[in-house]
């Protein structure tokens, strides 16, 4: 079992920034692929990064590239994503998962957080 928790989320203006956390235990981390989704109101949960366990890949959806980075720390055993130039319509509830492979999709992955709640206000 891996239990996953994140945090970092809260309420920013328009253009500003967040870094959220992820930060894991139970299983070993270092193994893993982690993800970054999000759901916003009425909408399906959608994935934003994801990261290999090396770190040497990574996957953006096309709406947070050049805006968002996921990293990780295996010897901390923490995902990060950094968050710049926020806008409006990146406003959800933010999830990290880990999983076998660091895939786009919500099957691909075993383990998720609570999620912490990102407000991007205009």
């Known amino acids: 079992q891996v239990q996953l928790v994140e945090s970092g989320g809260g309420l920013v203006q328009a253009g500003g920034f967040l870094r959220l956390s992820c930060a894991a235990s139970?299983?070993?981390?270092?193994?893993?692929?982690m993800g970054w989704f999000r759901q916003a109101p009425g909408k399906e949960r959608e994935f934003v990064a994801a990261?290999?366990?090396?770190?040497?890949?990574?996957n953006y959806a096309d709406s947070v590239k050049g805006r968002f980075t996921i990293s990780r720390d295996n010897a901390k055993n923490t995902a990060y994503l950094q968050m710049n130039s926020l806008k409006p319509e990146d406003t959800a509830v933010y999830y990290c998962?880990?999983?076998?492979?660091?895939?786009?999709?919500?099957?691909?992955?075993?383990?998720w957080g609570q999620g912490t709640q990102v407000t991007v206000s205009s």
């Open positions: 139970g299983r070993t981390f270092i193994r893993l692929g």
């Open positions: 998962a880990a999983g076998i492979a660091a895939t786009a999709t919500t099957g691909g992955y075993n383990y």
């Open positions: 990261i290999s366990w090396s770190g040497g890949i990574t």
